[in-house]
T-cell receptor, first 111, second 117 residues
């Protein structure tokens, strides 16, 4: 199975907050990332957090990291229809070149 | 700055045929990656280059897949012969810094969608 797990679907109304959750298994993860993928496009890095941080905020995006539970979340405030996409959680391990991705969460924003 | 370029964007071939994909990373990026993204899954790393040397190809099916980055810039990924299960999007990414640096950001190209019939 996946080392990085995400729920597959999330649907919210425009203007609401979206929270996308991710769990990972390796406690030696150094960086954790959130990527956005729109239809027919490559992955766009939204934000990343170093494993010694608990929270990172960047405009409408808030990342929370709970190392004890190996849980990462991405909160999008005031979600817009343009936020509809697939969001991937990913991790890189200490001394390891491999970036491991979850299967992605498809966010649908309804007007 | 220009992003990661890939071509072709789409390719349809029959099983047992050969196919090649091309990637041009962002100028100055020493590290280049090829990923396979099967529908409904996250990308899976196939191979990673540092300049023109292979850093990690542990998940590359070497009986049919090959990749090269001869001059440390452009890269090609080849499948010969293709199987039905190779149908996927092949993503190329590049990064400026080697992973043991403090920052490790990968920039992705738009991908090549391969359909094997």
């Amino acid at each position: 199975g996946e080392d990085v797990e995400q729920s597959l679907f999330l649907s919210v109304r425009e203007g609401d907050s979206s929270v996308i959750n991710c769990t990972y298994t390796d406690s030696s993860s150094t960086y954790l990332y959130w990527y956005k993928q729109e239809p027919g496009a490559g992955l766009q890095l939204l934000t990343y957090i170093f494993s010694n941080m608990d929270m990172k905020q960047d405009q409408r995006l808030t990342v929370l990291l709970n190392k004890k539970d190996k849980h990462l979340s991405l909160r999008i405030a005031d979600t817009q229809t343009g936020d509809s996409a697939i969001y991937f959680c990913a991790e890189t391990l200490y001394n390891n070149n491999d970036m491991r991705f979850g299967a992605g969460t498809r966010l649908t924003v309804k007007p | 700055e220009a992003g990661v370029a890939q071509s072709p964007r789409y390719k349809i071939i029959e099983k047992r045929q050969s196919v090649a994909f091309w990637c041009n990373p962002i100028s100055g990026h020493a590290t280049l990656y090829w990923y396979q993204q099967i529908l409904g899954q996250g990308p899976k790393l196939l191979i990673q280059f540092q300049n023109n040397g292979v850093v990690d190809d542990s998940q590359l099916p070497k009986d049919r897949f090959s990749a090269e980055r001869l001059k440390g810039v452009d890269s090609t990924l080849k499948i010969q012969p293709a199987k039905l299960e190779d149908s996927a999007v092949y993503l190329c990414a590049s990064s400026l810094k080697f992973p043991d640096s403090l920052s490790y950001e990968q920039y992705f190209g738009p991908g090549t969608r391969l359909t094997v019939t």
